[in-house]
Structure formats: structure tokens, C-alpha cells
């Protein structure tokens, strides 16, 4: 078949940069593939993707070695202008790749920049609208949208020019689940309905490795596997089981019992329901709950909520009558869909935002006699982007700049500082600038940053958004050990795996109040939607059962 | 760039499909735009206190029917700061009328108040916030998109830097007031002291909000290259909106007016005298053209507001 696209040797490495983005890559994309591409934060998923549109090396600069093709166009030579009818682009971050006002100004304004004639700009609009849903808001100003919202429109506006090879870099790194499952059905409706050509950067594994014909794992700015999904997630078992689905993991684990030869085909499944279906095959052996740990009781409240109303009109509250308390040795996961009062109520813990009623106790004390700053001493929050914290040149200052504004000194500031960096793992980015760092290693600086005061309660909004699964282990090891000695954490997060892993107890949030509140395992046991995969795989056989490490294999019947 | 983007980050509005909830905004651009440059131009020509007080009205009326009276308070501010400004400046060098309210001796000044400056200063200052507030409508009644294609016409580049600007301000402002809540959160005092103490606490963060800028209008760059800006000659969506009875009211209001408005300005039915002695204000507002005017500028308006409510 022809090849739609191809890298000949390509190694690249960006201007001032010590180590080449991507090292020696040769591939080939055929027409129609489905390809994921998989790999940690910084492993060059992103720099592939933007070589296969020209902005390597024409926008960014730097040393470009190797040869990339598409649709027999090489782009050293052609600009990414002259590709952007063949190739299409939706960027990470939706607000950062939008140019006009409205949505359908902005689905034409790639069209325009095409020459397309005016009448054929209206239908390719109208199209772009109805294929992903969004005709009600084609007036809308893009001001007023939602991320997933916004995140359909930068699709929209790319697919409406129609282009051979469809790129997608973390699209959905900035989204709820719902808008990301909104989003990744477009895109799959996309390929089934067009036979387009997409390769789609993502961390959120258990959401489009079934929806993929091709796997591309990058490491180090190398491809080191390059496989069907099945043939992926065989060599993912064996080494680097993170990567998989949490149901691929737990056939993973049963494999391993079974030395892997004697396993119904050596498959792993990808989705719930293919988990079943292999449950049926393999009746000989069934899943059962291991011994639980014991749970430590929780300790002194640290945070209360008194019929606290929160939002920004008086008349037509956010949440009402919220109460709740937060105490020391909790891992609280806070949950519910985009604009239902996470992020505001958070912001009610420290001051940030004023209460319209009710009122909130930091141990013991009434927030609203506290300022922003001496709140701080007693509850961290880490917003949802740590460049927010960035205000000096390099991570020792940032540590610095908070003991410095909470006040302490001397040997307890060195102590505290020292402490930090040793959980958090900073000692080899001391002198590094914040802003260079990857995404994961900003989010530990901007943690530190936030929390390197011991405070008694912890914050975090929406933590794990773009973050790899290995940094994802790691940050929920640390938050475990913060638990451990004594602190509060609470965790706002859409990561339902996350929360199910780390998480003690979890609050839903909607309807204008709590929707429930209670240990994770029976508020995540039965949802349908804030619900891990292996729960949904096994509710009715082992009621609470959330996630893999929960699992043994054996040969009692469920 | 403003240390007030620092202030407490807010929730976005959320009108969903309410974006051009204005229904002037919602017609021909084209149309829209004929229809406040004939206010604009009305409020430019009209010097009589009485028909300047209604023209006023008129465009304040407008803007309330747009539900967007309160977003045009800064507007109204700076229009009433440099009006008030006006009006009371005036009288004290203007020596022309004949009826002297007071008068006084400053070191070298003599200051003479007339009831004739007074008028002039307090009918120019009307006259500017009316203009003012008609340029105020044009941003109402025109999203900046339209604006853009009305000014591709002429210049694409200048249109395009409008219609960003317009996108990302709401952007940086956002950037800013989380950036400084950040900072609060790890103890940094910004809300203490005096203004200029909490300007002063500030300032470091503007670093961190113009280095944010600085990437996203990289990202912007990318994202504009990748989708073909530069590749050739552009071309113009023209056809989004279908030409309507509204759009026709709008386009011949405002033609209607202009000529009224000439018409009415060589016959002096908009003129006005003030000097030595006031001419009467009320004389003039039953000259025809000067009605036709008012109709011209009132109808259509009235019309799409009210049927763009309903």
C-alpha cells in the first residue's frame, strides 16, 4: 500500500537543546491507519507530530537531520502552510491554537487561508458543525466555551479542510472524561465513517488503544516498539505493565501465574468488554479479592464546612449547603462533571474565594479572618497549571520564595526546604529553571513550591492532567506517604483510575451539593460513570473491588 | 500591560449560544455597521443641547436593548471623566455670553461664568459621551470577526491583529488572575497596604504573565502556520448570513438618516448658537428633517431589538 506519510532517519534535536528530540526515526504511515502514539512526557511524541506538518524543523529551528515525506512532499522543503491542506493538526491546549472569536469564523479561517471559494466554505462549515455537534453554538464566542468545547472546534476546524493525515497531540490532556470521551467518539466516527489517516498522541491508554490499528512507543525521542495493539500489549506486560489498560493489567497478572504459555490465546484485553469475554473462556480460573490492608482511622479535623453556599452570584449559587469535614490522614478524591464547583469550593479552603454563605474552619479558625498568605500556612493549593507558580529563575528559589513568604527561618526553612526536595525528588533540578523542565517534573517543582510549608492539608486541583502513568505513580506514592505522616490531602481529579488507586475517601460533587461522600470503595462501586474498569468488569462478582492490585487469580469459582 | 489582570481569577461567563445575544449583532455586518456609523455620525453633527440630549438617549437606549449597557460602563467613565472635565473648564475661558452667572478675579485671570459657557460645556460634554457611546455600540453591534472581515477589505493584517487581540485579552487576563492567585496560595501578600505597595508586590509577577503571553502567542504562531496562514492569496467567506428585511431596515435607516442628517445641516434644522445669547432649543425639534432623522435612527434600531428579543 502507499505510504501517506514516511521518516527516513530522522534525528532532530531543538535550538539550545543538549539532547536530540528524536533520535534516528524511520516509519512508515499507511493510508487509513489508526496509529497511537504512546510515550512519557518529553519522549518526542509531540516533535513527531509537528515533523510530520514541517513546523520541525520550519517554525522551531534547530538541527534537522533525515528526510520526512508526506504525500510525496519532503518537508525540508515545503513549509508547514504549504502541507496544512494535506496534514491537520489539533494542538494540546485549546485555548493556545484558536485565532478569531466565534466558532464558525474559526472553523472558516483555515479554509480561508486555503483559498476555498466562499460558497464551498459555507458547506465545509455547515459539515465541520454537524459532524461533531456543535451547530447550536456556531455563534458562540470561543470565550465562553468549555475546554472540551473549545477542543471540538479546533477539530472541526482542521477537519473541515479535509486533510490526508490527521494529527492529534494529547488532544484530550486538558479535558474531563466526559468531553474526552465526546471527543475521542468524533474522532473515532471519524475514522470509521472517512478512512482518515490519524495518529493521535495520548497518555489516556484504556481510552483509544482499542480504538488504534498501530501502536508507536517512543522513549528518549526513539521509536522502541512500533506494533499492533495486541503485539503492544504483549511486550507491555512483560516490562512496563503501566502502560496498559487496568483490565489488560489484570489479565497481565494472570499471565504471569500461568508462565503466559497456558493463557486462553496470550491476548489481553483491551476493553470491559472483551474482559468478559475472555472471563467466559477462562472458567477454570476466576479473579478473587486479595486480603485487605488495614485501613489507618483517620485523625483530627483540619478542615470544616459549615453550610457553606459558594459561586459569584448570591441569588444563584454554585453549591449550597455544603458541609463536610477533612481530616488528618485522609486521601479525599474530589469528583463530579466540569462546573459543578470543584475548582471554586477548593478555592474557599484557603480564602481565595470568599463564601456567599456558611463559613469555612481551618483548624479551628474562620477563614474569612484569615488573608490568602496566613491561610497558607495551613493549607497548600496547587492550582491545575504549575507554570501559575513560576515567578523565579530557578527551582531552589521557587522553594525559597514560599518559606520566605510563610515566614519561617533559619534551621527549620533549611529543614523544611531540604525535605521537600528529597520527597518530591528535586535534588538534580535544583539550579534548573522551572520553565525548562518537562510536565511532570514542573508539576513536582510547583508541588514543592506549594507545599514545602508542612502544611497540615494539601490541595491539588486536577493533578494528573497530561501526566504520564509512570509520573502518575509516582505523584500518588507521594501523596500516600504525606497521608501516612499525618497530613490531610485532597485531590480534585477527573482520573477515576487515579482516585481508585490512591484515594481513601471520595466526594461527588453536583446538583448544586454533595452527591455522595463516603470510602472510595463504595462511592466509585456501581457508578456508571465514576467507575474504574475493573470495577465495572467485576461489580457483581466482587462487590468494591476497584482496581487490579485489589485482584489475586485462583481456582475457586467468583 | 495592567496589574489589574491580577485581580482574583473569576469563572467565565456562561452563555451558552448566547454569544451574540445582541441582535444587532446578529445581521449583516455590513448593515450593522452602516446603521451606528449613521448614530455616530448623528451625534457628531447634531450641536443643539435639546436633539444631542436625545441622541444621547438614543444610543443609550440602544445599548440597554442590547442587554449590553453595564459591559459599556467604561466607556460611559471615561466619556463622563473627560466630559465633566470639558464642562467645567469652559465656562472659566469662554467669555462670550451675555448672561454673567459670577464672576471673580484670579491673580492675573479674570473668570467670568456665563449661562451661555455653561450650556456650551455641558452640551459639548453630552456630545462626547454620545459619540463615545456610539463607538461603544459599533463594538456591540460588530463582533470582532465581523470587524475583520469588514476590515479585510481594506487590510487583513490589521483586521487579524484586531480579531486575536480580541481572543486573547480575555486569555491574558485569565493567565494573570491565576498566576497572582498561585502566588497568594503560597503566602505571598498582594492585597496589603496601599495601592501602590500592592502594585509594587505585583510588578514580579508581570514577568511570569508577559512570559506566558510570549508562549502563547508562539503557540497561536504555530497553530495559524499549521493551518495554511500565509500559503497564498486568502480568500473571504462572504455568505454566512443571508441578507434579510432587518438587514434591508438597518442599511436604508441609516442611509435615510445621512441624508436626513446633510439635508437637515444645510438647512440648519441641527445647528445651534450659543453665543452672544442661547438660540431657543425646543424651536428646532419639529423641523421635518430632524424628524425624519429621529425616525430614521429609531425604528430600525427598535425593530431588530425588540424582534431579535422575541
New interface residues.
Given amino acids: 500500500m502507499t505510504a501517506i506519510a514516511q521518516f527516513e532517519g530522522v534525528t532532530y534535536t531543538y535550538p539550545e537543546a543538549v539532547r536530540p528530540a528524536l533520535r534516528d526515526v524511520t516509519l512508515t504511515i499507511r493510508p487509513a491507519e489508526v496509529i497511537l502514539l504512546l510515550g512519557g512526557s518529553g519522549s518526542g511524541k509531540s516533535t513527531l507530530l509537528r515533523a510530520l506538518n514541517g513546523l520541525v524543523p520550519h517554525f522551531h529551528g534547530g538541527t534537522f537531520a533525515g528526510r520526512v515525506t508526506v504525500d510525496e512532499f519532503d518537508t525540508r522543503t515545503a513549509r508547514p502552510h504549504d502541507l496544512a491542506r494535506r496534514v491537520g493538526l489539533v494542538f494540546q491546549d485549546p485555548e493556545s491554537q484558536s485565532v478569531m472569536t466565534t466558532v464558525e469564523r474559526e472553523i472558516a479561517f483555515g479554509l480561508e487561508n486555503l483559498g476555498v471559494a466562499s460558497p464551498a466554505i459555507t458547506r465545509l462549515v455547515e459539515e465541520a458543525l454537524i459532524s461533531l455537534g456543535l451547530s447550536h453554538l456556531r455563534h458562540a464566542p470561543l470565550a465562553e466555551l468549555s475546554g472540551g468545547e473549545l477542543q471540538k472546534v479546533a477539530l472541526a476546524a482542521v477537519i473541515a479542510t479535509q486533510p490526508h493525515l490527521l494529527l492529534l497531540d494529547e488532544p484530550t490532556s486538558q479535558l474531563d472524561p466526559v468531553s474526552s470521551e465526546e471527543l475521542l467518539s468524533a474522532i473515532r466516527r471519524l475514522s470509521e465513517d472517512t478512512g482518515a489517516t490519524i495518529v493521535l498522541a495520548e497518555h489516556r491508554v484504556e481510552r483509544c488503544l482499542h480504538l488504534a490499528t498501530r501502536v508507536l512507543y517512543m522513549e528518549d525521542g526513539a521509536v522502541l516498539v512500533d506494533a499492533t495493539p495486541q503485539e503492544f500489549a504483549g511486550w507491555a506486560a512483560g516490562s512496563r505493565r503501566e502502560l496498559l489498560p487496568p483490565v489488560a493489567r489484570l489479565f497481565a497478572r494472570r499471565l504471569n501465574g500461568q508462565a503466559a504459555a497456558s493463557a486462553a490465546d496470550g491476548r489481553l484485553p483491551m476493553t470491559v468488554k472483551d474482559a468478559r469475554h475472555m472471563l467466559d473462556v477462562v472458567e477454570t480460573e476466576m479473579p478473587r479479592r486479595r486480603k485487605a490492608e488495614a485501613q489507618v482511622a483517620p485523625g483530627d479535623v483540619v478542615l470544616r464546612t459549615e453550610k457553606l453556599a459558594v459561586g459569584y452570584e448570591r441569588d444563584t449559587p454554585l453549591l449550597e449547603g455544603v458541609s463536610l469535614e477533612l481530616r488528618r490522614g485522609e486521601l479525599v478524591a474530589l469528583m463530579g462533571e466540569n462546573g459543578a464547583g470543584k475548582s471554586t469550593l477548593v478555592k474557599h479552603f484557603n480564602g481565595l474565594l470568599k463564601p456567599l454563605r456558611g463559613a469555612v474552619r481551618l483548624l479551628g479558625r474562620d477563614v474569612g479572618t484569615l488573608s490568602v498568605a496566613e491561610a497558607a500556612r495551613s493549607c497548600a493549593l496547587l492550582g491545575q497549571n504549575p507554570n501559575d507558580y513560576f515567578v523565579r529563575d530557578t527551582v531552589a528559589a521557587e522553594i525559597d520564595l514560599t518559606l520566605e513568604n510563610l515566614k519561617f527561618e533559619g534551621a527549620l526553612r533549611d529543614e523544611l526546604a531540604a525535605r521537600i526536595i528529597a520527597e518530591l525528588d528535586l535534588a538534580g533540578l535544583l539550579q534548573r529553571d522551572p520553565r525548562d523542565l518537562s510536565g511532570g517534573e514542573r508539576t513536582r517543582v510547583a508541588l514543592a513550591a506549594a507545599a514545602c510549608g508542612d502544611p497540615p492539608l494539601v490541595v491539588l486541583d486536577e493533578p494528573t492532567r497530561g501526566m504520564d502513568p509512570t509520573r502518575k505513580g509516582e505523584l500518588a506514592r507521594t501523596l500516600q506517604c504525606w497521608v501516612a505522616d499525618g497530613r490531610c490531602v485532597l485531590v480534585v481529579t477527573h482520573d477515576v483510575e487515579f482516585a481508585a488507586r490512591c484515594a481513601s475517601r471520595v466526594l461527588v460533587l453536583g446538583d448544586g451539593g454533595i452527591l455522595a461522600d463516603g470510602p472510595a470503595d463504595e462511592v466509585l462501586n456501581g457508578s456508571l460513570f465514576f467507575s474504574t474498569q475493573v470495577n465495572r468488569l467485576l461489580r457483581h462478582a466482587l462487590p468494591g473491588v476497584l482496581h487490579e492490585d485489589e485482584i489475586e487469580w485462583g481456582s475457586s469459582a467468583l | 500591560m495592567s496589574t489589574a489582570a491580577l485581580a ?13 445575544s445582541c441582535a444587532l449583532a ?1 445581521r449583516q455586518p455590513a448593515a450593522s455597521a452602516a446603521y451606528v456609523a449613521a448614530v455616530a455620525f448623528a451625534a457628531l453633527v447634531v450641536v443643539n443641547p435639546v436633539q444631542v440630549a436625545i441622541l444621547l438617549g438614543i444610543v443609550v437606549g440602544l445599548l440597554a436593548a442590547s442587554g449590553r449597557l453595564r459591559a459599556s460602563l467604561p466607556y460611559v467613565r471615561v466619556a463622563l471623566a473627560v466630559g465633566l472635565f470639558l464642562a467645567i473648564l469652559n465656562p472659566f475661558f469662554s467669555r462670550g455670553g451675555l448672561d454673567v452667572i459670577w464672576q471673580t478675579d484670579l491673580w492675573i485671570f479674570e473668570i467670568t461664568l456665563t449661562l451661555q459657557g455653561l450650556v456650551y460645556g455641558i452640551t459639548t460634554a453630552l456630545r462626547l459621551t454620545a459619540v463615545v457611546l456610539a463607538f461603544a455600540l459599533f463594538n456591540v453591534a460588530l ?3 465581523d470587524q ?2 469588514l476590515l479585510s477589505r481594506f487590510s487583513f493584517r490589521s483586521g ?1 491583529v484586531l ?2 487581540a ?2 486573547l485579552l ?2 491574558l487576563s485569565s ?1 494573570g488572575a ?2 497572582a ?9 498582594l ?2 497596604g496601599t495601592r501602590r505597595a500592592r502594585a509594587t508586590a505585583r510588578l ?2 508581570l ?2 504573565l508577559l ?2 503571553s510570549l ?2 502567542a508562539v ?22 448570513r443571508p441578507w434579510r428585511a432587518a438587514d434591508a431596515a438597518l442599511a436604508g435607516g441609516a442611509v435615510l438618516a445621512a441624508v436626513a442628517l446633510l439635508t437637515g445641516l444645510l438647512r440648519g434644522a441641527v445647528g445651534y448658537d450659543f453665543y452672544p445669547l442661547l438660540d431657543d432649543p425646543w424651536a428646532q425639534l419639529t423641523d421635518p428633517w430632524w424628524l425624519v432623522t429621529l425616525v430614521a435612527l429609531v425604528a430600525p434600531g427598535a425593530l431588530v431589538l425588540v424582534r431579535g428579543r422575541t
Fill in positions: 482574583p481569577a473569576r469563572r467565565r461567563s456562561r452563555a451558552r449560544g448566547t454569544a451574540t446578529r463582533e470582532p470577526d475583520l472581515g487579524l480579531s486575536l480580541a481572543r480575555p486569555v493567565d491565576h498566576i492567585d498561585a502566588q497568594r496560595a503560597r503566602g505571598m501578600e492585597d496589603r514580579p509577577l514577568g511570569a512570559t506566558r508562549e502563547r503557540d497561536v504562531a504555530a497553530a495559524m502556520e499549521a493551518r495554511g496562514y500565509g500559503s497564498g492569496r486568502r480568500s473571504q467567506w462572504l455568505h454566512r
